[in-house]
């Protein structure tokens, strides 16, 4: 076996063992990571467990197309907020720490 089938066959294993994406709990604090590049967007929703450590509850990422690519690079960011708080709504819209401004 090659390194490369070696280390994806750990990976694999590594994900089903460990916890990936926490379960929600929308009576915890949550908070909203995001990035941009010059290609694609992303972001990170995250809780706050009882060991104080945040926790991934969910993540997305997308591709810019090419007209989105020549944004500047704070419209970029703008549009990554904008995406994320559109596709998180629902889940932090209910959540009992609301975001303060």
Known sequence: ?????????????????EL??????LDKKMKMEV?????????VLSMKCGDEKWQPVAFLSKSLNKTKRNYDIHDKEILVIIRRLENWRYLLEDTKYKFKV
Do not use: H, I, P, W
């Open 1 to 17: 076996m090659d390194k490369q089938e070696e280390a994806f066959r750990e990976l694999k294993k590594r994900f089903m063992k």
């Open 35 to 43: 990035d941009v590049s010059d290609y694609a967007t992303g972001g």
């Open 20 to 25: 990936v994406l926490a379960v929600l709990n």
